[in-house]
């Protein structure tokens, strides 16, 4: 994903170094949520996996950390970019944490959904616009809004399956506040605002097949909670829905794309 905005957007190679930062800051991330996630009233085993292999995630926590702190080291001179990236990964986390401190964070209504989207967001699009130090273009906008409203849109249907378990955990997120009718509107809005941004993108030397490349999971996710939102699968939330954040990325290392 950094890469699709690299090439793409800012039209320059990939730093390295924040590859690997970004790497190891989401084996980081995973590491530490699933870690702090011991039950759910949904079946899932890919839940009771995590729970028996408890160990496992601690271990790639602590991995994850040296490589971070390694690959920050480099990139010093964006140490309040990263830093806020930080803090906005954290507080996803922070209501697991078995203390009243951060057990008070479960009251924020919208904060779930969008911390989560927004971390996405700001490390794959922003972060290398702002390492890239180059002036911003218009088009960097409307990128920035294309895949901020699709993982928005994508978290929703997360948070449409984890209403049960957040109910019983005391989490507020925008989504059990909603009717099944608001949901919808909510969901729909984000993929209308994700057309119109990347369509957008066709004013400033975007491709027409680049454009539908990009629009390819907004129809896919928008396939999937109209017919299968209810059918609350591991393969379908962890392998499918989790893909369709990058899928456009892949699609694009296709030569000629």
């Known amino acids: 994903m950094v890469y699709q905005t690299d090439t793409l957007i800012i039209h320059i190679p990939s730093n390295p170094n924040f590859l690997f930062f970004v790497f190891f800051a989401t084996i980081t991330s995973y590491s530490f949520h699933w870690y ?3 039950e759910s009233v949904i079946h899932s085993p890919r ?7 408890r160990f496992l995630h601690l271990s790639f926590l602590l991995l994850g950390l040296i490589g971070v702190g390694i690959f920050a080291y480099y990139l010093l001179p964006y140490w309040h970019w990263l830093a806020a990236s930080a803090v906005i990964t954290f507080f996803y986390s922070a209501p697991k944490i078995p203390h009243p401190l951060f057990r008070s964070l479960r009251k924020i209504a919208v904060g779930k959904t969008l911390f989560l989207a927004m971390v996405w967001m700001f490390v794959t699009t922003i972060l290398p616009m702002e390492i890239a130090e180059l002036p911003w273009q218009h088009e960097y906008y409307f990128f920035i809004a294309h895949r ?7 978290c929703i249907l997360f948070d449409y399956r984890d209403r049960e378990d957040d109910k019983v955990a005391g989490i507020r997120s925008l989504i059990s506040y909603l009717s099944e009718e608001n949901i919808s509107r909510v969901f729909y809005l984000m993929i209308l605002l994700c057309f119109v941004a990347s369509i957008s993108l066709y004013y400033y030397g ?16 928008s396939f999937i909670f109209t017919h299968h ?3 609350f699968t591991d393969l379908l939330y962890y392998f499918v829905l989790d893909g369709m954040m990058a899928f456009s990325s892949i699609l694009m290392l296709i030569p000629g794309i």
């Open 206 to 221: 975007i491709t027409i097949l680049q454009i539908l490349i990009l629009l390819l999971p907004v129809g896919i996710v």
């Open 148 to 154: 901020f409203f699709l993982i928005y849109a994508i």
């Open 36 to 38: 702090l996630t011991n």
């Open 47 to 53: 839940i009771d996996w995590g729970v028996k292999h």
């Open 229 to 231: 939102k209810t059918r």
